[in-house]
């Protein structure tokens, strides 16, 4: 699946949980994103969830930004790196990201990276439109 699939398919998602979830308050939705209520309330969010399993590693998951704002992707790439197309990378440069490199793709890997999964940095870019906090990630 591209990057692009994935995005598009995913907000469709989210979307469709937001409207459920209308008349509760920012802070009471926020709530509703842990991942244990996740896992519980909303299993076809993530095909993880299934397993009761987490992408990653920490206590007090919040899956509302599944996705990073900070994520940037072309399915075309951005540039070249030698021979390898750069297909993903990380606008903050995040200590705790790496990447991961095939024979011919560098692409991003958040996986260390617990930013946008605490509910600290949620609150803080929070809006109820998934894709106005996503806007920078797709070029």
């Given amino acids: 699946m591209s990057y692009a699939k994935w995005f598009q398919t995913h907000g469709k998602k989210h979307k469709k949980i937001m409207q459920k979830l209308s008349k509760l308050s920012d802070d009471e ?3 509703y994103f842990r991942f244990e209520n996740m896992v519980q309330k909303e299993p076809d969010f993530c095909p993880l969830y299934k ?7 920490m206590e007090a998951l919040n899956c509302y930004l ?27 440069n995040s200590k705790d990201g790496e990447t ?7 692409h991003q ?7 946008p999964h605490r509910e600290a940095y949620i609150k803080k870019y ?8 996503m806007r920078k990630v797709h070029s």
């Fill in 29 to 31: 939705v926020i709530e």
């Fill in 126 to 133: 929070f809006s109820r439109d998934w894709f106005t906090i």
């Fill in 100 to 106: 991961f490199q095939t024979e011919d793709a560098i």
């Fill in 51 to 57: 397993e009761n399993k987490k992408c990653h590693d």
């Fill in 109 to 115: 890997d958040c996986s260390g990276c617990l930013l």
């Fill in 66 to 92: 599944c996705a990073c704002p900070e994520f940037r992707f072309s399915d075309t790439g951005f540039s070249k790196k030698e021979t390898k197309t750069i297909y993903s990378t990380c606008s903050i």
